[in-house]
């Protein structure tokens, strides 16, 4: 029975972690891309 909670528990934690791994993926995403996008408008203002 132990055993079993123990599996269950890890189980949950590797989801949560599967979840924070994509939000942060996601993050990095959006980041780069505001950036990249900030930096061509530098470059051309009138663009």
Do not use: E, F, Q, W
Not at 11 to 24: F, Q, S
């Amino acid at each position: 029975m132990g055993k079993v909670m123990v599996l269950l528990r890890v189980k949950k934690l590797l989801k949560t972690l599967d979840y924070t791994l994509i939000v942060t993926a996601l993050l990095i995403i959006i980041y780069g891309l505001i950036t990249i996008s900030s930096a061509t408008h530098a470059i051309n203002p009138s663009g």
